[in-house]
Nanobody, 116 residues
Framework: QVHLVESGGGLVQAGGSLRLSCAASGSTGTLSTMAWYRQAPGKPRELVATISRSGSANYEDSVKGRFTISRDSAKNAVYLQMNSLRPEDTAVYYC??????????WGQGTQVTVSS
């Protein structure tokens, strides 16, 4: 079992930056790909960025060049640096982890609000 806890959300003006953190605990040795998702009001949850165990990252098109996902295996943590934030980035951001046994784990979410 793996427990994920996000932090770092908040209110920021357009053009500003935030850094989200996700701390994993439990059977962290089984984790493979980790990711950030987001869900805006009235919209489905969408994938924002993924990072493999080797550090290979992929991004959703609208965040490319603005967001950076990183991972610290020693700390069992994954981060999302968000720059040049836009009002349309407003959402609840969720940390996700997949295990090598194909289990999926979710954090409780952290609210990011970008004002115009």
């Amino acid at each position: 079992q793996v427990h994920l806890v996000e932090s770092g959300g908040g209110l920021v003006q357009a053009g500003g930056s935030l850094r989200l953190s996700c701390a994993a605990s439990g059977s962290t040795g089984t984790l493979s790909t980790m990711a950030w998702y987001r869900q805006a009001p009235g919209k489905p949850r969408e994938l924002v960025a993924t990072i493999s165990r080797s550090g290979s990252a992929n991004y959703e098109d609208s965040v490319k060049g603005r967001f950076t996902i990183s991972r610290d295996s020693a700390k069992n943590a994954v981060y999302l640096q968000m720059n040049s934030l836009r009002p349309e980035d407003t959402a609840v951001y969720y940390c996700h982890a997949a295990s090598v046994f194909h289990s999926n784990y979710w954090g409780q979410g952290t609210q990011v609000t970008v004002s115009s």
